[in-house]
């Protein structure tokens, strides 16, 4: 673990999320996906992840972001944003939001903090070339995002900078939407992951440096949109897979780490994890 040698497992994840990617299973094929998990078959089981809320509340874990593939794909879905929920954890997922009706936000609701909807460009021919949707994707999830703050859910929009959009001005778009979180990314290759489909979309940082000055503003809670390199990415972010390994990025593809949730403090031990870098890129943020 890259930080400092005076911290230990509580500390490492009081004030920090936990991203965990509980399926694989996606009904989009974003041409730049670093989480497709060709090694895994499978999820846990519903005992076992249940299980796991609870624990890494007790180590100090204040969030619990449920990512994907498509998390809304995953079928205990609500069971475990309720276990989430019930045990103090404030909750979050990262959805492409197509399968977000009105009445799935319903049952969400009463167990759910945040929703973080993928949004990479105001073209729709420019998401559909991503493989992000069929050409209506924006002006469904501006419908989607009305909703979501009548139920008073807090929206972060996430984007990912590649060759097709990295030209683009999305100011216009996102303070339309007025989300409570925007986060950029640099397309990045993982090696296994998209290596085979990601190579005409990735950009220079040169590229992305202009982006960010193009696109740079002040959301309404006054916070700055959070600009993140593949440097910043690498190693910044605690991971669990769907079969419930802890794993990280540091040299352009996963590692893995066996993890015994019994015994977390001993796994988080060899967890490579630079909380410098978590902190200068923004991770630590009022939830």
């Known amino acids: 673990m890259q930080s400092d040698k005076n911290f230990n497992a509580h500390d490492l994840l009081s004030n920090l999320s936990v991203n965990w990617h509980i399926t694989k299973v996606c009904n989009f094929n974003c041409r730049y996906c670093f989480s497709q998990f060709t090694d895994v078959d499978g999820n846990l089981s519903l005992k076992k992840s249940l299980k796991i809320p609870e624990i890494l509340r007790k180590h100090g874990c204040k969030k619990l972001n449920f990512v994907g593939g498509e998390p809304l794909l995953y079928p205990d879905i609500n069971n475990l944003l309720k276990e989430s929920h019930e045990c103090g954890l404030t909750t979050s997922i990262v959805t492409n939001g197509s399968l977000l009706t009105h009445k799935r936000i319903d049952e969400l609701a009463p167990y759910l903090d945040w929703v973080g909807l993928s949004i990479d460009s105001a ?99 006054s916070s700055n949109t959070v600009f993140e390199t593949n440097d910043d990415m690498k190693d910044s972010y605690i991971m669990i897979d769907p079969i419930g390994r802890f794993f990280y990025n540091s040299m352009g593809k996963y590692e893995y780490l066996r993890t015994d949730f019994s015994a977390l403090s001993c796994t988080l031990d060899h967890l490579h994890f630079d909380i410098g870098k978590f902190i200068s890129r923004g991770g630590s943020y009022a939830i």
């Open 123 to 221: 073209n729709e021919k420019i998401q559909a070339a991503l493989g992000r949707g069929n050409g209506s994707h924006v002006r469904k999830l501006l419908n989607t995002i009305e909703y979501l703050k009548k139920k008073g859910k807090k929206i972060k929009i996430n984007t990912v900078v590649t060759s097709l959009n990295k030209n683009e001005d999305m100011r216009p778009l996102i303070r339309k939407i007025n989300p409570d979180r925007w986060k950029v990314f640099q397309v990045m290759q993982v090696a296994g992951q998209n290596d085979r489909k990601v190579k005409p979309l990735l950009i220079r940082d040169e590229e992305f440096l202009e982006y960010k000055l193009r696109n740079d503003i002040v959301l309404k809670n």
